[in-house]
């Protein structure tokens, strides 16, 4: 009798999983951006549920649910909405005039991020974590109002413990800190770090990607952002997080990353990005000062703050590079520590090259993440059918995401060239259309090629047999790398 009544538990069990799977596939056929995507869960779902269920409902869906409602939401309060209006306003008079020969290029990008290019701006490069963090730890010893600071990966190590330390001393002194983190990628902080800086004064959230029923499953994003603020007037943006490998002191060697010190109105537009973030995280506004101010030097630089994430009605990430690459005339040169490009990306860069363009791209030699690492070999055989060029750096680990277009345009920030970056975290881009600063990024970027070496499919065909199978195993699993 017993086993009668297990055998029916177990077929209504195998049953409720099949036709699961069966809703699930409809669902995927439905919501799935890509046909390629949407027919590969669809089969997996209908033929192997057990297994392809679990998977799907955490790493099928490339839609975040709930953060544009959210701050729809908090835009129906009168004073929140009237707050937002004028500070647009304010930003609109430092709105930048560009080139009349690059208005084409680069409006599409302004009205994608719903904020202008702003005048008056000044731009440092900072080139690894040491010019970088002394830079940051710099402008926080002269905060005198508050601080915002939003890392994806915050370690407890001897540069975590700088921190700490810091904004501890800070808070001591009257400074109201916010500190933003997301906890997967921070997932190995301890509750005592967060503890103390609270008890010490400094209000601290995680992004909650999970928060709200309809969200539970939302565990393949990521809040990838890496912002710091202080007193609403300079702004940090780029490749680093808090970690002591961020400063070479890790198993891959020197850490080669690039970050940027803004100062002037697009600190306020990369400010506007943090509160954003933090309204999702905890429903609250930070008191912050709204009122755009030009760079206390004549560089008088143009920018635009480029926010992309899994929320938006577009896919903007991929945009903001299909319109990068689109608009090179002479040279592309584009850093990422990952190269998984989707189609559309893909085949605009094969077109930049076939119209004469300079396309290079720099990867780093060492793996810091094998399956994104093994993928990238798969794009070799056609990037030489088109003439793109791919390097690898050589001296440690390459992590910087820098695009170069031409000699007046540069971008610097925090989203990388896979599908992650493009369609999965939430990312931000600080767009620079600036002759001068993209002669430094070029630069730079000269000494890092310098220190590369060029790739070819020929280098994968001297692969043993084991990896070039890997390689194409790997590129299966594009959609989520």
């Known amino acids: 009798m017993l086993t009668d009544h ?56 490339n839609r975040f649910h709930g953060y544009a409602e959210t701050l729809c939401g908090g835009m129906a309060d009168p004073a929140n909405r009237e707050t937002v209006l004028r500070f647009l306003e304010r930003l609109r008079h430092f709105q930048a005039e560009l080139p009349p020969e690059r208005i084409g290029d680069l409006a599409a990008l302004a009205h994608l991020s719903q904020t202008p290019y702003t005048r008056g701006n000044a731009l440092d ?34 540069l975590g413990r700088e921190l700490h330390t810091r904004l501890l001393h800070k808070a001591a002194a009257g400074v109201v800190i916010r500190l933003l983190y997301d906890e997967i990628g921070s997932h190995a902080l301890p509750n005592r770090y967060v503890e103390t800086l609270r008890a010490g004064g400094v209000t601290v959230s995680a992004f909650h990607t999970t928060q709200g029923r309809r969200n539970r499953f939302q565990l393949n994003f990521r809040n990838h952002r890496k912002i710091v603020v202080v007193d609403g007037q300079i702004a940090f943006v780029g490749g680093l997080n808090v970690g ?36 999702w995280a905890t429903r609250q506004t930070p008191g912050v000062d709204r009122q755009p101010m030009v760079a206390m030097t004549e560089r008088d630089q143009t920018v ?53 363009v300079e396309v290079r791209i720099l990867l780093p030699a060492k793996p810091d993440h094998l399956l994104v690492y093994l993928a990238s070999f798969s794009f070799l055989e056609a990037a030489d059918r088109t003439g793109i060029q791919i390097y690898r750096y050589q001296d440690g680990f390459l992590h910087q995401k820098v695009v170069l277009v031409d000699d007046d345009i540069a971008a610097v920030g925090t989203a990388n060239l896979d599908n992650r970056s493009l369609r999965l975290n939430f990312e931000v ?50 959609p989520i790398l």
Not at 129 to 157: C, H, N, P, Q, V
Not at 248 to 262: A, E, N, Y
Request: aromatic share 12%.
């Open 6 to 61: 297990l055998i029916g538990l177990i077929a209504a069990l195998a049953a409720l999983v099949h036709l699961s799977g069966i809703l699930s596939a409809i669902h995927a056929v439905a919501c799935v951006r890509t046909p390629q995507g949407a027919i590969a869960w669809a089969i997996s779902l209908a033929i192997f549920p057990w297994l392809a269920l679990p998977l799907y409902w955490i790493f099928g869906r």
């Open 125 to 158: 490069l900072l080139v690894d974590g040491e010019a970088t963090f002394g830079a940051i730890f710099a402008a926080m010893d002269s905060a005198e109002r508050y601080i915002l600071i939003e890392f994806f990966i915050i370690k407890d190590d001897a």
């Open 244 to 279: 002591d490998e961020y400063l070479g002191r890790g198993p891959l060697g020197h850490w080669r990353d690039t970050h940027l010190r803004i100062e002037g109105p697009a600190a306020q537009a990369l400010q506007a990005v943090f509160v954003q973030d933090w309204y």
């Open 304 to 356: 635009l703050i480029y926010p992309t994430g899994p929320a938006d009605a577009l896919e903007c990430c991929s945009l903001f590079f299909q319109q990068a690459i689109a608009s090179a005339r002479r040279r592309l040169w584009i850093a990422s520590p990952y190269f998984v490009p989707d189609p559309p990306v893909f085949a605009a860069l094969q077109l930049a090259a076939l119209r004469g």
């Open 429 to 478: 881009m600080a767009v620079a259309v600036d002759k001068i600063f993209a002669s430094q990024v070029a630069a730079m970027l000269e000494r890092d090629f310098r220190q590369a070496k060029p790739t070819s499919a020929a280098d994968l065909r001297k692969r043993s047999r084991a990896f070039r199978w890997a390689v194409r195993a790997a590129r299966l699993f594009d």
